[in-house]
């Protein structure tokens, strides 16, 4: 398969699956699609602007633009829920898809100690 000829076969069921915790920006930075798992925790996350939603821990940003975030795509982002603090930090990147200028963050729940797992129903 040529480059990028694999998209055309991950539909959202399946981005779902990789991807258990992915949602979607526009250029106005507002999360415009999420996915089940991201749904489930913040069920009405969806239309909130990303600053509103999450602070960015890592790495340090100067600005918050679609134009910054789209410049440090592929770096490793911590993302802290401000809509609720009991929430573990998602650990993932950001993917700029140009063809729709929109920016896909794609991540797990950070975890640095195992209790946390047991306090959020997870497993190894």
């Known amino acids: 398969m040529k480059n990028g000829a694999v998209i055309k076969y991950i539909n959202e069921e399946r981005l779902n699956c990789l991807f258990p915790h992915y949602f979607i920006l526009n250029q106005s930075l507002v999360i415009k699609e999420v996915c089940t798992g991201v749904e489930k925790l913040f069920p009405d996350i969806l239309n909130t602007p990303l600053i509103v939603a999450f602070e960015i821990a ?16 592929g770096e490793v982002f911590l993302l802290e829920s401000n809509i609720d603090k009991k929430h573990l930090p998602f650990r993932g990147q950001f993917l700029h898809i140009q063809e729709e200028q929109k920016l896909l963050f794609a991540g797990s729940p950070w975890i640095t100690d195992v209790d946390k797992l047991n306090q959020h129903n997870l497993i190894i």
């Open 58 to 73: 890592q790495p340090a940003m100067l600005s918050y633009t679609f134009e910054a975030l789209c410049e440090c795509a």
